[in-house]
């Protein structure tokens, strides 16, 4: 208990915005005892969910670059430009969205967390007993905003944190019912296995009454911290209007401006690059199979309905308007095979599998960003690459070949019977035709393209998704970029392949 929960020595916090620089805190000096339950107050943007953000290490260099000077120690670990991993599991966070992850169930959320914090599973109904959540329904839509809340509450508690951390955790709520999770709050901390330190962001005073040893408060004139009793008249004032930030505006050029920001787009995107190979070895088997499989079923029919048609039309077109007039059949049926098989079907079931499959997994990681699912996973002590990158490079990686193969043998069947349809092509004569020059090493090449496409595909889709998300247009954004990107990424590997191939 000597060592403080936070000390703050000549502390400055700013954010990098594209406005300026906003200040959160200058020149602080703030020392805060380990134990204690306290409440964070402050003026609306005074930089109360910031500083969480910097207390948990949830800081996006791709959002707001957060500009620090000084000392800033958690639970004796000092928070530099990354966060410590030793501080994973020992401090916790409930946000104002609780980033419930939407793919769980509400008592599978908890259990996430009580795995990555080396904890048996069996503990996640104890855990929400605690918090008097007894009858769950299946899905996480189906919570009430209370509900919501409380279970925000028990997936926190699995990795029995020193410090937890709360963004306002009564807003949307009644009276009485931020009343009962307030004393929650106070009855978990101290019941709590061992000592905690509980920091509550609220401008809800009257629903925490009685309830706090000391409250926090975030000077925005000054931009310092300071300790004061729960029982000072002035903190049960009316609120102030919400007073705008101090931004240090600059003069930029906006060529150099748009330069440095490709610059940085670029060494982000190589990050993501290097992250998506160190994480290569799946941390959750279970989820990269479930991912495959998905991405199987849901492309399957569009690639298999595209090749099917390509494959009919192709041949039909190739053999009813040849200027030969029914002569050297089997010559054309040799070149249709050819790029039909090592070419056409390849991309265009590429192209397919892109426009379906990325453009879901970029609405579905967009929203998980927007939602704070991402940030959870990551106050969890859950790796987003290992969750979510991993599983989505083996689904595409791994479907992407068994789609195109699939698509292939479905063109070709298509093809056959245009054949039949046009002439009396029998099916061994096809078949001595469509495959006479199309062999092992044509099969290597479309795997090789697949393989390859698939997993640059993954990567882009998942560096999108994962980007800045301030609104839904954002999350729209990022959908119709993936497939923007990832089709033209299908299009330059299938066409440098085959360059290369028939060279």
């Known amino acids: 208990m000597s060592q403080p929960a936070l000390r703050l020595v000549e502390f400055s916090l700013a954010l990098a915005t594209p406005e300026g620089r906003r200040p959160v805190l200058q020149r602080c000096n703030f020392e805060l005892a380990a134990g204690g339950f306290y409440l964070v107050v402050g003026r609306s943007g005074s930089g109360k969910s910031t500083l969480l953000r910097w207390l948990t290490g949830l800081f996006d260099p791709r959002d707001n670059r957060a ?20 501080l994973r599991g020992r401090v916790a966070a409930v946000l104002q969205d609780e980033g419930l992850l939407d793919d769980l169930s509400p008592r599978e959320n908890v259990e996430l967390a009580l795995t990555a914090a080396r904890r048996s599973t069996k503990l996640a109904v104890g855990l929400l007993n605690q918090v008097g959540l007894r009858e769950l329904p299946a899905r996480v839509s189906a919570l009430s905003g209370g509900m919501r809340k409380r279970a925000g509450v028990a997936r926190g508690l699995a990795a029995e944190p020193e410090l937890f951390l709360f963004d306002e955790p009564t807003a949307g709520l009644d009276g009485p019912a931020g009343r009962q999770l307030a004393t929650l709050l106070r009855d978990t901390h101290r019941d709590a296995a061992r000592p905690r330190t509980t920091l509550v962001i609220t401008h809800d005073l009257q629903a925490f009454a009685d309830l706090a040893d000391k409250v926090v408060e975030i000077d925005d004139a000054s931009h310092t911290l300071r300790l004061r009793s729960p029982d ?30 490709s610059i940085g787009e670029l060494g982000s995107l190589t990050h993501t690059l290097l992250t998506s ?8 088997p279970v989820l990269c199979v479930r991912t495959v499989w998905r991405c199987l079923i849901e492309s399957a029919f569009f690639a298999g309905l595209g090749t099917l048609l390509l494959g009919f039309l192709t041949t039909f077109f190739a053999l009813r308007n040849s200027p030969l007039e029914g002569a050297f059949e089997d010559q054309i049926l040799i070149g249709v095979g050819k790029v039909l098989v090592g070419v056409l079907a390849p991309l265009m079931s590429g192209f397919f599998f892109t426009a379906r499959i990325a453009a879901g997994a970029a609405a579905r990681l967009g929203t998980m960003k927007r939602s704070n699912q991402v940030s959870a996973l990551m106050l969890m002590g859950v790796r987003p690459a290992d969750y979510l990158l991993t599983p ?43 495959f006479h020059s199309t062999g092992l090493p044509d099969l290597r090449a479309v795997l090789a393209k697949a393989v390859l496409s698939g997993y640059l595909v993954s990567v882009s889709t998942y560096h999108l998704a994962m980007g800045p998300k301030r609104s839904g247009q954002d999350v729209g954004d990022a959908v119709n970029q993936s497939i923007v990107v990832g089709m033209l990424t299908t299009l330059l590997v299938h066409g440098l392949f085959t360059v290369w191939q028939f060279t």
Do not use: N, Q
Request: hydrophobic share 50%; proline share 9%.
């Open 67 to 86: 500009i620090v000077s000084g000392t800033c120690a958690v639970l004796g670990l000092r928070i530099d430009r990354t966060y410590p991993r030793a």
């Open 232 to 261: 000072d008249p002035g903190l049960h004032a009316e609120p102030h209007l919400p007073r705008p930030g101090v931004v240090a505006h600059r003069a930029e050029d906006p060529v150099l401006a748009a330069v440095g920001r």
């Open 277 to 284: 190979v160190l994480h290569l070895p799946p941390v959750y």
């Open 392 to 434: 989505l490079t083996y689904g595409f990686v791994l479907a992407l070949p068994l789609v195109t193969l699939g698509a292939i043998v479905l063109a070709t069947l298509a093809s056959a019977a245009a054949a039949g349809l046009v002439s009396d092509v029998t099916m061994v004569r096809f078949c001595a035709a469509f």
